[in-house]
C-alpha cells in the first residue's frame, strides 16, 4: 500500500482567502512552564488550505459539518488532469469512465505557487453537477482555492454542486499524483457549529 498526502500544509505562509482569517499556532503553555509539556492552541478560517465546504456555507439552513455522515469523506476516486481550463464542463469528462468511482479530483496546474493566493484560477461549470449526479459521484474535489471565481457573489458552482447533493473539497495538492483511481480519505474535524474545515487528504493505491 502507498498513501500520498495531497494536503497543503498550514503555517504562517498558507495564504486564505484575502480578508479571511489566517493560520496561526503558538504555544500557550511551554515544558519550561509546565514542567513536563508543550501546549499549544492554532486559529484559522475553517476554509484554510485543504478544506471541505458544509452546506452551511453557502446556505443559511444547511448541514453544519458535524451533520455530515463520517462516510461521505471517504472512497473510491478518479484523479482526472486537465490543462488549466478557465473553467471544467461537462465535455471535459465525458471520456472518463466513472462506474466504480463516487469522487473526482481534478488537477489543473491552475495555482502552482501556494505560498499566494491566486489571481486567477480554473473553476466549475454549473453544467458539470447533473452529469456528475447521474454517474453516481458525491463529492467532487479540485487543486484550487474554491470551485467559483473569488469575486463571484452568486456562486453557481456550489450551488449547482449543492442541488445534486455532491460535497466539495478544495485547495488539494496533485502535482504529484497520476490520472487513475485510488482510495481516497478527507475527514473533516467535527465541529458542531461549523461551515467547513480543514482535512489531512490522503490518498491510497488500489
Not at 505562509?13 to 503558538?26: L, N, Q, R, S, V
Amino acid at each position: 500500500m502507498m498513501w500520498m498526502d495531497i494536503s497543503m500544509k498550514l503555517d504562517t505562509k498558507t495564504p486564505p482567502w484575502p480578508g479571511d482569517e489566517p493560520f496561526k499556532y503558538e504555544i500557550t503553555y511551554s515544558m519550561e512552564e509546565t514542567g513536563s509539556v508543550n501546549v499549544g492552541q492554532f486559529k484559522g478560517s475553517c476554509h484554510i488550505g485543504t478544506h471541505v465546504d458544509a452546506p452551511f456555507h453557502y446556505d443559511s439552513s444547511g448541514s453544519r459539518i458535524a451533520d455530515l455522515p463520517v462516510d461521505r469523506f471517504t472512497g473510491r476516486a478518479v484523479v482526472v488532469h486537465l490543462d488549466q481550463p478557465e473553467m471544467i464542463h461537462k465535455e471535459h469528462i465525458t471520456d472518463i469512465d466513472l462506474t466504480e468511482v463516487d469522487k473526482i479530483l481534478f488537477r489543473t496546474n491552475s495555482w502552482p505557487d501556494r505560498s499566494a493566493f491566486p489571481s486567477a484560477y480554473t473553476v466549475v461549470g454549473s453544467d458539470l453537477a447533473g452529469y456528475l449526479a447521474e454517474q453516481g459521484i458525491d463529492m467532487i474535489g479540485v487543486d484550487t482555492p474554491s470551485v467559483d471565481p473569488e469575486t463571484s457573489k452568486d456562486l453557481p458552482a456550489h450551488h449547482s454542486l449543492y442541488a445534486h447533493d455532491l460535497l466539495i473539497l478544495e485547495g488539494l495538492v496533485l502535482d504529484s499524483v497520476m490520472p487513475g483511481t485510488y482510495e481516497l480519505m478527507a475527514f473533516p474535524l467535527k465541529m458542531a457549529e461549523a461551515d467547513g474545515s480543514p482535512v489531512r487528504a490522503v490518498l491510497r493505491n488500489l
